[in-house]
T-cell receptor, first 115, second 112 residues
């Protein structure tokens, strides 16, 4: 079974530029998550989708971050414009359903550096 | 409020020995799940083991076992017979009502 796919793996941009990340979850997984992991910290949830609907985006900085999952499968996360503090690894994860017992499986992440 | 606490920023263990990584959590929800993930230097989060709040027995997966003490709200990870490839960051996480929170992580270094 293929895992969660993410691209690109690395991205370097200058502040105020825009960037987009792509994620393809495990086949059949209804729930998709985007996390931000700043160096030295644990991942922090940015947004959670159930199929193509948003379940939780309470920690997404909506003035600059946006995400979509139009057909309930793959998803894109965009930052526009980027700030220095956005430098982090952006992890995508998926799970079969949304419940306390369901395991999330993570992709390899996209390492973003904002100069 | 911090819901997941990992008090050990770094741990060292000799190859082939066992090591325990600590994790405590805070919740008032009777239904929750506890997870441990491994993050090597490559960056990918690898699922290791899961414990449900209603599970009577401690979870085990190969060399990994979870020492679940519900009354103390602790979910320590035990790695037996450490290998050099176990050197990585280890994150404890708790999921309640769909909300997943991670601890700050413990960096484990296995010495040859």
């Amino acid at each position: 079974e293929a895992g969660v796919a993410q691209s690109p793996r690395y991205k370097i941009i200058e502040k105020r530029q825009s960037v987009a990340f792509w994620c393809n979850p495990i086949s059949g997984h209804a729930t998709l998550y985007w996390y931000q992991q700043i160096l030295g910290q644990g991942p922090k949830l940015l947004i959670q989708f159930q199929n193509n609907g948003v379940v939780d985006d309470s920690q997404l900085p909506k003035d600059r971050f946006s995400a979509e999952r139009l057909k309930g499968v793959d998803s894109t996360l965009k930052i526009q414009p980027a700030k220095l503090e956005d430098s982090a690894v952006y992890l995508c994860a998926s799970s079969l359903v949304t419940s306390g017992t369901d395991t999330q499986y993570f992709g390899p992440g996209t390492r973003l550096t904002v100069l | 409020a911090q819901k997941i606490t990992q008090t050990q920023p770094g741990m060292f263990v000799q190859e082939k020995e066992a090591v325990t990584l600590d994790c405590t959590y805070d919740t008032s929800d009777p239904s929750y799940g506890l997870f441990w993930y491994k993050q090597p230097s490559s960056g990918e989060m690898i699922f290791l083991i899961y414990q449900g709040s209603y599970d009577q027995q401690n979870a085990t997966e190969g060399r990994y076992s979870l020492n679940f003490q519900k009354a103390r709200k602790s979910a320590n990870l035990v790695i037996s017979a450490s290998q050099l490839g176990d050197s990585a960051m280890y994150f404890c996480a708790m999921r309640e009502r769909g909300d997943m929170r991670f601890g700050a992580g413990t960096r484990l270094t296995v010495k040859p």
